[in-house]
C-alpha cells in the first residue's frame, strides 16, 4: 500500500481508546493517519482539522452512540462530504446501523462490532485497495 494515502480519522473522544489502537495499525500498514491527539481547544484547532482534512484522501469515521452526538464530529463530517472526500464509516456496534444517516449506514460501511482495531485495519486496507482498483 503506497505511503501516499492519507487517512483523516474522526471519532468521540470516549471513543479515542479505540481510534489510537486502529490508528497504530493503519500506521504500521503504510498509511498516513491523522489523529487530531495533541490539539488544543480554539480558532487555530478547526484551522489545523481542515488544513490536514484537505491534505487526505480518505475520511474514516467510527460511529458510536456517543460519535453521532458530538458537534465536532458532525461538522467534520459534513466538511470531508463537502470536499468530496471518501467516505469510510466505521459502525462501532450493529445498533447504530439503525440510527445513522441511510447513507453512511448502508455505502461501504465497516461492521467494526467485536473486531479488534488490527481486524478494522485490514478493512480499511481492503476498502482502500478495492477502490485503487475500481479507479485502474
Request: overall charge positive.
Amino acid at each position: 500500500m503506497p505511503s501516499n494515502d492519507r487517512i483523516f480519522l474522526s471519532y468521540a473522544r470516549p471513543d479515542s481508546s479505540y481510534a489510537r489502537r486502529l490508528a497504530k495499525h493503519l500506521d504500521s500498514d503504510g498509511l498516513d493517519v491523522f489523529l487530531d491527539e495533541g490539539l488544543t481547544t480554539g480558532s487555530s484547532v478547526t484551522v489545523e482539522l481542515m488544513r490536514a482534512l484537505r491534505r487526505s484522501d480518505w475520511y474514516v469515521v467510527l460511529l458510536s452512540k456517543r460519535s453521532l452526538v458530538s458537534p465536532s464530529l458532525n461538522f467534520e463530517l459534513g466538511a470531508a462530504m463537502a470536499q468530496r472526500k471518501r467516505v469510510i464509516p466505521v459502525l462501532m456496534s450493529r445498533a447504530i446501523r439503525n440510527a445513522v444517516p441511510l447513507n453512511a449506514a448502508t455505502v461501504g460501511a465497516i461492521n467494526a462490532q467485536g473486531l479488534a482495531p488490527r481486524e478494522v485495519a485490514e478493512r480499511i486496507r481492503e476498502r482502500i485497495g478495492q477502490s485503487r482498483v475500481a479507479a485502474g
